[in-house]
């Protein structure tokens, strides 16, 4: 859990600097929070391992078919106004919580836009790859501002 809290400090630090805040749907879809909660518990009854993957898929930035039933909930109440990558801060988020209890442990400065286009190659000059040794990945995490603590979190099983 200590180690959760410090990659949410790391993020809200991030999160500053992107412009994104809490509160960022209170006008267009206020209930935004509420139906991807809802949602997450559905998956996370059926598969509380997920919460691992899920976090780490938020540090990716990534759109898994997980998330596909909870921005169909959040489509079906604020269609066309939270973006996949503002679900997935949530999803993670909550997924997190939920195993400890039904309260969030953290607000999510919301505001990412979703990428217009996606280019495979970005994951090979960005993402360290599955055969880097510690040395390397140290290295790799530094380059992104991310420290040894980042990494433990973000590499978590």
């Not at 400090?9 to 139906?35: F, R």
């Not at 790859?129 to 380059?143: E, M, T, V, Y």
Request: hydrophobic residues 45%.
């Amino acid at each position: 859990m200590q180690l959760t809290i410090l990659f949410v400090c790391a993020v809200l630090n991030l999160a500053d600097a992107q412009g994104l805040k809490v509160g960022y749907y209170e006008k267009t879809c206020p209930s935004v929070e509420k139906i991807v909660k809802q949602a997450t518990a559905k998956f996370m009854s059926r598969a509380p391992t997920l919460a691992a993957p899920l976090l780490r898929m938020h540090f990716h930035d990534c759109f898994v078919r997980v998330i596909d039933g909870v921005k169909t909930a959040v489509e079906s109440k604020c269609p066309g106004v939270v973006s996949c990558a503002d679900i997935l801060a949530l999803v993670a988020r909550d997924a997190v919580s939920m195993l400890k209890g039904p309260v969030p442990y953290w607000k999510v400065p919301l505001g990412r836009r979703d990428g217009r286009v996606s280019i495979m190659q970005d994951t090979f000059t960005n993402l360290p790859p599955p055969f880097f040794n510690i040395s390397q990945l140290k290295s790799s995490f530094a380059s992104k501002g991310l420290n040894v603590k980042d990494l433990v979190v973000l590499s978590g099983t």
